[in-house]
C-alpha cells in the first residue's frame, strides 16, 4: 500500500479497527519470513514484533505507528475501510478502420 493511501486510513481508523486488522492478520498471513512492506531490510515476523506484539486499545498511538500498521497489514483490515481500487476508464470514442491487407493479396 502506497505511504499516502496508508496516511489517509491511519488519521480517521480506530484503535478497535486496527485491532481487527491485526487479529485478521494475525492467522491470514501464512509466511511470516516474507519481506516486510514497511522496512525491506526485516521480515514481516520482525515487523509483527515491532508494531503489533504489544498492541493496546486504550493506548493513543503516533500516526507514524498507524501509518506503518497500515502499511504493513492494511491487506487485512476491515472492508469498510479498505481503499477502492480506481479502475482505468473505458476509452469513450474509438476512432477505428478495417485493416488494408490490399499490399498482401
Known amino acids: 500500500m502506497q505511504r499516502h493511501v496508508a496516511r489517509k486510513i491511519a488519521e480517521t481508523i480506530t484503535n478497535e479497527q486496527i485491532k481487527k486488522m491485526l487479529e ?3 492467522d491470514g498471513i ?3 519470513t ?5 522496512n525491506k531490510g526485516i521480515s514481516k515476523g520482525v515487523g509483527w514484533n515491532i508494531l503489533a ?3 493496546d486499545v486504550e493506548k ?3 500516526i507514524l505507528a498507524k501509518i506503518n500498521m497500515v502499511r504493513e497489514f ?3 483490515l476491515p472492508v469498510e475501510l479498505k481503499p477502492e481500487k480506481k479502475q482505468k476508464a473505458a476509452p ?3 476512432v477505428h478502420h478495417e ?3 490490399s499490399n498482401y493479396e
Not at 516474507?34 to 514497511?38: D, E, G, H
Open 24 to 26: 485478521t492478520a494475525k
Open 30 to 32: 501464512q509466511d511470516w
Open 34 to 38: 516474507k519481506a516486510s512492506s514497511v
Open 53 to 55: 506484539k504489544d498492541f
Open 60 to 62: 493513543e498511538y503516533h
Open 74 to 76: 492494511g491487506e487485512f
Open 92 to 94: 469513450g470514442n474509438v
Open 99 to 101: 485493416p488494408d491487407f
